[in-house]
């Protein structure tokens, strides 16, 4: 590993973290090596890295301390927040501003920060389409990766813009759910809208794709997606590729859906609300072309879904 630039890797158990991990260990040959940072070394996918060859470091994002540790001596960065594991803006602002300030510490040469778009620029503070959440966020997961975007300046930073996983399909069980009448069906307020969405280990290898390019994409917003697609042709593409039959895809009205009472239930109504009414923007903010050109194995959705339907919940 002497020879080889070390990327740091943050959420290496997660799924973007995951998914640069595979990358590097893939290209053995690409002069750069994995540190995956995790909580718990002990935990399996941990194991298996370091089966497959990447130092295993435990740090904690609540913790600078031990980033600055688990950062040391490395080249790279890859910084990722889970706001699913909390459900809390406020902390996840606080993780980010550790990974940033802990980069800053260990003088690293490029730092690659997960963020997205925010959303409350897209509305003025008097539009009642949607609630306010967590006081003062439209979608919280989105406007405190933005906020969080100040951390990193004056660092060797990319902005990684990502989109909609279609993973969320088992990792969230949004998948179709078969009804008493054996037909499949799933709800969602998109309207006709395309919703931009990529496989998760696709994220991973774009970012490798940054780190190898270097240089040039420091100080630069990158977005990206894998395939623009509406709720209705998901729902042929699922009936097709998993053999189900028809697949009926109910669109309801965002209130509807933030009325399911399901944890997070108001963060995803309002988050594909943003999708919905504010497709020409979401999507314009990322691209597949640019996504290609880092990672040539760039997945559309059926290539996906043959990969991983044995995944999908029926």
């Known amino acids: 590993m002497a020879d080889k630039k070390i990327i740091a890797v943050v959420g290496a158990t997660g799924t973007q973290g995951g998914g640069l991990c595979q990358a590097i260990l893939a290209d053995p040959s690409g002069g750069f090596a994995v540190r995956a940072i995790t909580r718990d070394p002990n935990k399996d996918k941990a194991k298996a890295l370091a089966a497959q060859g990447a130092e295993i470091v435990q740090a904690n ?5 031990s980033l600055k540790k688990a ?3 490395a080249y790279g960065v890859y910084g990722v927040t889970n706001f699913w594991e909390h459900f809390s803006a406020e902390k996840e602002k606080a993780q980010a501003k550790n990974i940033a300030e802990a980069a800053k510490a260990a003088g690293v040469k490029h730092v690659i920060w997960s963020t997205l778009e925010d959303t409350r620029k897209l509305m003025q503070p008097g539009d009642k389409r949607m609630p306010f959440l967590q006081e003062k966020y439209r979608v919280p997961h989105f406007d405190a990766k933005a906020e969080a975007d100040a951390y990193f300046s004056g660092l060797p930073i990319t902005y990684l813009v990502t989109s909609f996983y279609w ?16 037909v499949y069906s799933w709800t969602f307020p998109m309207g006709n809208a395309k919703l931009a969405g990529i496989a998760a280990d696709d994220i ?4 490798y794709g940054i780190f190898k390019a270097g240089q040039q994409y420091i100080g630069k917003r990158v977005g990206i997606t894998g395939e623009n697609l509406t709720l209705s042709e998901i729902s042929q593409k699922l009936s097709k590729g998993l053999g189900i039959g028809a697949v009926k895809y109910n669109a309801v009205e965002p209130d509807t859906y933030r009325g399911f009472g399901f944890q997070g239930a108001d963060e995803m109504g309002n988050m594909f609300q943003v999708y919905r009414d504010f497709e020409k ?6 691209s597949a072309n640019v996504a290609r050109q880092l990672n040539p194995q760039l997945q559309t959705f059926d290539q996906w ?5 044995s995944r999908i919940p029926l």
């Not at 969320?168 to 009804?179: E, S």
């Open 61 to 65: 994002l609540d913790n600078i301390e």
């Open 204 to 207: 991973g290898k774009v970012a």
């Open 281 to 286: 923007e979401v999507v314009e903010a990322r």
């Open 71 to 73: 950062f040391s001596g």
């Open 305 to 309: 879904l043959a990969k991983n339907k």
């Open 167 to 182: 993973d969320n399909l088992y990792l969230f069980k949004l998948a179709p759910t078969k009804g008493d009448d054996g």
